[in-house]
């Protein structure tokens, strides 16, 4: 299925909203664009989610390692 993007002045362009929705784009993501033949480009994921998952997973991995280093302490 083909859809029409319009590019504004800043050569920006906006992602049909059913596009959005079927690959759950969110505000703030960030997609990596690649030239993939004369006339098409490719939009793909951006590592940067899984880096802010990364950051986050080893928050709490700290605060678990804390907590069982405060219980061994205790004991």
Not at 60 to 65: A, V, W
Request: glycine share 4%; charged share 35%; aromatic share 2%.
């Amino acid at each position: 299925m083909k859809h029409s993007c319009k590019v504004n002045p800043k050569g920006q362009i906006t992602l049909p909203s059913e596009i959005r929705k079927v690959l759950k784009i969110k505000d703030n993501d960030i997609l990596l664009a690649r030239i993939i033949g004369e006339g098409s480009i490719l939009l793909e994921e951006s590592s940067n989610k899984v880096n802010k998952d990364r950051v986050a997973l080893i928050s709490i991995l700290d605060e678990t390692f804390d907590t069982f280093k405060k219980r061994e302490e205790t004991s």
